[in-house]
C-alpha cells in the first residue's frame, strides 16, 4: 500500500501470502489440482505459468510443514524405499502405521540417507518409538537397531513369502532346463512347464480349470517341482495363520515349516530356510502383532502415480536455422468460409441491402484459361479388353454371350504374305 507517512510500504493480508501474487484460495486450488493431475493440464486450466505452478506447490507446502510438526508422537512406523527415476534412483519413504500418513522422505537407499530421519527425530522420540516394519534390507536393519532401543522390527510378510516364490522360480527354471535337453532345444514337456509359471505361483483357491489341470500334471511327472511348490504354500499358510487369529499356531507352523524346508534336498529352499532363520524374530514380531508394510506400499503407489503425471519443463520453439529444411504448417482440418451477405429484413424498407451479383461456377476470370463446369471422366487405361453385355443381342444371348466394349482396342486383321 501507498502509506502517505513512509511511502509504499508492504503489508501482510489475510487472503494471500508472503511474496506471493495469487490469493489464498487460488493457491490451494492449484496445489490441489497438481495432486491430482499434471503440471502443464494445471497451467493451462489456470491461465498461469509452468512455472508458477511449482512454485505455488512449494509455497503452499511449506505452510503446511509449518502448520503442524508430523514427526510428534511416533511410536509405530514404516519404512521403505521407491524408485521414482530410471538409474536406480531411489527415495526412502517413512509412514506413520497409527495415521496412516507419509511423515517423511528424502532421495536415496542407505544408511545415510535414513540417519537424517533420525536425527531429525532426536534422541527422545526415537526412544517413544516402539514397532518399526520393513523388510529384509540389512541398511534398515542396521540403522533401526542402533538409534531405536525400544523398538522391535517386522518382517514384511508379503516379502518373506516373495523370498519362497523366488526359490520356487529357481527350482522351476532348473527342471525346466532339464526337461528341454540342452541349449537351444525344446520339448513338448519344456514347453509345458514354461507356461505352468502362472498355475505355481497363484493363489489354489483363484486357480482357473486349465491351470490346476497343469498342476495336477505337475504333481504327476515332476515331484521335485510340486514339492517346491507345496513349500511354497505352507511358508504363505504360516501367515493366513496369523491373520485370522491364531498366532501361536502360526508359530508352531513356522518351526515346521523351516525343518521340513531344511530336509527336502532341494538347494534354493535349504538357503531359504537359513535365510528365514536369520530373520525370525522380525517374523514372529509380525505374526504376533500383524505387522505389515501394506500401508506403506499403498502411499509408494499414490507417489509413485504423481511422479507419472508429472511433465518435463516445455522446451520454447527453436528458430529455423539457415539451409534446414522449415517445418510443415499444420493444415487446418476445416477451411474458413466466407459469410454469406445478410438479407434484407423489409424490401420496401429503407434499410434494405442490395443483393449482391451472385457468379456462377464457370466464370472466367481475366488473365486465366476458362474453367470447365463440369469435370470430364478420364479414358480408361488400354490394357486387357473389357467385355460387355451386347445391348441389341436377344435373351437367350445377354444370358451366355458377351462381345467386346466399345473402348477396347481393335483387333488388327492378319496381312497377306507374299511369296
Known amino acids: 500500500m ?8 508492504v503489508i501482510a493480508v489475510p487472503w494471500a501470502r508472503h511474496g506471493a501474487g495469487h490469493t489464498r484460495m487460488f493457491d490451494d486450488l492449484v496445489a490441489w489440482l497438481a495432486v491430482h493431475t499434471s503440471k502443464t493440464a494445471v497451467a493451462q486450466l489456470m491461465r498461469i505459468a509452468w512455472r508458477t505452478v511449482g512454485a505455488i506447490v512449494a509455497r503452499v507446502g511449506r505452510d503446511a510443514q509449518q502448520a503442524g510438526d508430523r514427526l510428534a508422537g511416533l511410536r509405530r512406523i514404516g519404512i521403505d524405499e521407491l524408485s521414482y527415476k530410471k538409474g536406480h534412483r531411489y527415495v526412502t519413504c517413512v509412514v506413520d502405521h497409527d495415521t496412516g500418513r507419509l511423515v517423511w522422505a528424502a532421495p536415496g537407499r542407505d544408511k545415510a540417507t535414513l540417519s537424517r530421519f533420525f536425527d531429525l527425530l532426536g534422541p527422545d522420540r526415537c526412544a517413544m518409538i516402539t514397532h518399526v516394519s520393513a523388510d529384509g534390507a540389512e541398511w534398515i536393519a542396521d540403522v533401526v537397531d542402533q538409534r531405536c532401543p525400544n523398538a522391535v522390527r517386522a518382517a514384511d ?13 529357481q527350482v522351476r527354471r532348473d527342471v525346466w532346463n532339464t526337461a528341454r535337453g540342452g541349449k537351444g532345444r525344446a520339448t513338448e514337456a519344456s514347453r509345458a512347464l514354461k507356461n505352468a509359471r502362472w ?103 499414490k507417489l509413485r502415480l504423481i511422479t507419472r503425471m508429472g511433465v518435463r519443463v516445455p522446451r520454447p520453439a527453436r528458430a529455423h536455422r539457415p539451409g534446414h529444411a522449415r517445418p510443415r504448417r499444420a493444415v487446418p482440418a476445416t477451411f474458413p468460409v466466407a459469410p454469406a451477405p445478410p438479407e434484407a429484413r423489409c424490401e420496401g424498407s429503407a434499410l434494405a441491402l442490395p443483393t449482391l451479383p451472385q457468379r456462377s461456377a464457370a466464370a472466367d476470370l481475366p488473365g486465366r484459361p476458362p474453367r470447365r463446369a463440369y469435370r470430364e471422366p478420364r479414358p480408361p487405361a488400354r490394357g486387357k479388353p473389357r467385355y460387355a453385355r451386347s445391348p441389341t443381342a436377344t ?21 497377306p504374305t507374299s511369296t
Request: with cysteine; charged share 25%; aromatic share 8%.
Open 157 to 169: 510378510p508379503f516379502h518373506v513369502v516373495a523370498w519362497a516364490t523366488d526359490a520356487l522360480d
Open 395 to 415: 435373351p437367350c444371348q445377354q444370358a451366355r454371350t458377351t462381345v467386346r466394349s466399345q473402348t477396347a482396342r481393335p483387333r488388327r486383321s492378319p496381312q
Open 199 to 301: 498355475a505355481l505361483w497363484k493363489d489354489p483357491d483363484d486357480l482357473s480349470q486349465a491351470q490346476q489341470a497343469r498342476l495336477d500334471w505337475i504333481a504327476r511327472t515332476h515331484p521335485r517341482l510340486h514339492r517346491a511348490w507345496a513349500l511354497k504354500e505352507g511358508l504363505r499358510w504360516v501367515f493366513q495363520l496369523s491373520r485370522q487369529g491364531y498366532p501361536r499356531l502360526a508359530v508352531t507352523a513356522l518351526d515346521r515349516w523351516i525343518g521340513w524346508a531344511r530336509r527336502c534336498r532341494i538347494p534354493a529352499f535349504v538357503d531359504l530356510a537359513r535365510r528365514v532363520r536369520k530373520h525370525r524374530d522380525a517374523i514372529e514380531v509380525a505374526i504376533e502383532h500383524r505387522l505389515s508394510n501394506a500401508l506403506v506400499e499403498s502411499v509408494n503407489t
Open 2 to 9: 501507498n502509506c502517505p507517512e513512509h511511502g509504499p510500504t
